[in-house]
C-alpha cells in the first residue's frame, strides 16, 4: 500500500507549513528583533547590531514566503478563509518587511547625518511587521472573528509577540557582541521576557476559553500529560533564562549563546502548544486540514518539488551561518 495517501499528504503538508512558519519566527524573527530594539542614541551599537544581521536577514524571510506558498499550494480553501480574515493586518505587515529593506540598503548610500532617519525607517519597519504578525495571531486564536474583545486581544497579541522577538533578538546580540552593546542587550532581554512570559500566560488561558476544541484536548488524557509538559518546560526555560542573563557576561564570553538557545526552546514550546492544541483545525472551529487539502494528485506532485527545494534551503541557511559565525564588527562603508 502506498504511503502517499491523501490523509498522509496533508499532513505531510501541515507539518512542512508549521515547520516553515516556526523557523521563520526564529530566524526572522532574531533580526526583527535587533531592528526593534535599535539603539537610536549610539550609531556605532547601530552598525553592529545591522552588521550582526547583514548576512542573514534577506534569507531569513525565505521561510515566510515558503510557508505561503505552502498554504495556498496545499490547502487553499484554508488560505483563502484566513486572508480574508488577515487581509489589512497581512498588507501591514508586508508594508513592514519592504521598509525594512529599503531602509537597510538607503542606510550605506546616504550622506552620513541622514544615515539616522533610515535607522529610524527600519525600526519602525520592524516594529510595524512584529505587531502585524501579533495581531494576526491573536485574531486567529480568537477563531478570525472581529469584535471589541476579540481586537483588544489581537493588540495585546501584537505587543507580546513584539516582546518575544525584542528578547531573540537581544539574545542574539549576546552572542554576537562584546562590551556595552552586550551589557544593552542582557539589559532589553531581560524586560522584553517579562512582556513575552505575561502575552504566553495571556494566550494560555484564553484560548481554551474561545475554542472548545483546545479545551478538549488540553484536558482529555492521555493527550492532556503531553499539553501538561510543554507549558512547564517552557517556564522552567523563562527561570533559567533569567537565571543565565543575571550571571552574563562571564569571562571569555563564556555562555553568550545560552540565551539564545533557552529563546529558541521558548518558541518552539509556544508554538508546539498552539499547533497541537488547534489540530486539526487549520481555520480554527470551522475547517480541518483533510477538509481545506488540495487533491491528492495535486498534493503528491508538490511533494517531489519540496523533498527537492527544502533541504536547498536549508542547506544554503546552514552554510551561510556557518560562513558569517563569530562576533559581529561594525559595518564600515567605502
Not at 537610536?40 to 514566503?65: C, H, Y
Not at 493586518?89 to 552620513?112: E, M, Q, T
Not at 480568537?142 to 525584542?166: D, K, P, Q, R, W
Not at 526555560?237 to 529558541?264: E, Q, S, T, V
Request: hydrophobic share 55%.
Amino acid at each position: 500500500m502506498s504511503l502517499l495517501t491523501a490523509e498522509n499528504l496533508a499532513l505531510v503538508f501541515a507539518a512542512l507549513t508549521a515547520l516553515a512558519v516556526l523557523l521563520y519566527a526564529i530566524l526572522d524573527g532574531y533580526d526583527l528583533g535587533v531592528g526593534i530594539t535599535l539603539p537610536m542614541k549610539q550609531e556605532a551599537w547601530r552598525d553592529t547590531s545591522i552588521a550582526s544581521i547583514g548576512p542573514f536577514w534577506d534569507a531569513n524571510e525565505t521561510w515566510l514566503v515558503l510557508a505561503v506558498g505552502l498554504l495556498l499550494v496545499a490547502f487553499p480553501a484554508a488560505h483563502s478563509a484566513i486572508l480574508h480574515a488577515l487581509y489589512l493586518p497581512a498588507a501591514l505587515l508586508l508594508i513592514g518587511l519592504i521598509l525594512r529593506g529599503v531602509a537597510f540598503d538607503f542606510r550605506a548610500k546616504v550622506k552620513p547625518e541622514r544615515k539616522i532617519h533610515w535607522d529610524w525607517t527600519f525600526k519602525c519597519g520592524s516594529l510595524l511587521a512584529t505587531f502585524s504578525q501579533g495581531f494576526m495571531l491573536g485574531i486567529y486564536v480568537m477563531g478570525l472573528e472581529y469584535h471589541i474583545g476579540s481586537v483588544i486581544f489581537a493588540c495585546f497579541s501584537g505587543l507580546c509577540v513584539t516582546a518575544a522577538y525584542a528578547m531573540i533578538g537581544n539574545a542574539w546580540l549576546i552572542g554576537k557582541t562584546t562590551g556595552d552593546l552586550q551589557f544593552h542587550a542582557i539589559r532589553q532581554c531581560k524586560r522584553a521576557g517579562v512582556w513575552t512570559l505575561a502575552g504566553i500566560l495571556t494566550v494560555s488561558a484564553i484560548n481554551p476559553l474561545v475554542n472548545a476544541n483546545v479545551y478538549q484536548v488540553w484536558t482529555e488524557p492521555p493527550l492532556a500529560y503531553l499539553f501538561a509538559a510543554i507549558p512547564l518546560l517552557c517556564f522552567a526555560m523563562f527561570a533559567l533564562g533569567y537565571l543565565a542573563l543575571k550571571r552574563l557576561p562571564l569571562p571569555n564570553d563564556r555562555g553568550a549563546w545560552i540565551p539564545f538557545f533557552i529563546c529558541k526552546v521558548i518558541f518552539v514550546c509556544s508554538f508546539a502548544g498552539l499547533a497541537l492544541s488547534f489540530y486539526p483545525f487549520v481555520v480554527p472551529n470551522q475547517m480541518t486540514l483533510y477538509e481545506a487539502a488540495s487533491s491528492k494528485e495535486s498534493l503528491t506532485i508538490i511533494f517531489f518539488g519540496a523533498v527537492i527545494v527544502i533541504p536547498i534551503i536549508a542547506a544554503y541557511t546552514a552554510v551561510a551561518y556557518y560562513a558569517f559565525r563569530g562576533k559581529a564588527d561594525g559595518l564600515k562603508y567605502y
